[in-house]
């Protein structure tokens, strides 16, 4: 019985405060919205900032040439195995890729760095 009771005094609670409430409600719902909002405008940035960070020829640069001398290590690994001779095909198919990865490697070293000069630059004052 007293359950039954309490269901009605908060209905009519609820009945007597519906605009209140209904505000309340709104009133979060706006705040919620908001946060929302500006953690996706954040969420926009970190991602544009990643994939720009991505793009960015220096550092794709560094990628490619990390995957070759990536395979060329396994290639070399392939190599120095001991394997047996059932497998040379594939030792000489390895060879050949890596032959023509470090062919690549030498056309297009990428950046080179300046060779240090012999001569020392004195300053005049």
Do not use: Y
Request: hydrophobic share 35%.
């Amino acid at each position: 019985m007293t359950n039954k009771k309490t269901e009605e005094e908060l209905r009519e609670f609820i009945l007597e405060n519906e605009e209140k409430i209904l505000e309340i409600l709104q009133s979060r719902k706006s705040k919620a919205e908001s946060k929302f909002s500006e953690e996706m405008e954040k969420s926009k940035a970190l991602t544009k900032g990643v994939l720009e960070a991505f793009m960015n020829k220096e550092v794709q640069g560094h990628f490619i040439r990390m995957g070759i001398e990536m395979m060329m290590g396994v290639g070399a690994l392939i190599k120095a195995l001991p394997l047996p001779e059932e497998f040379s095909p594939l030792v000489d198919a390895v060879t050949e890729q890596n032959d023509a990865l470090e062919g690549m490697v030498k056309k297009n070293p990428g950046k080179t760095k300046k060779k240090k000069s012999d001569v020392e630059k004195i300053e005049v004052k």
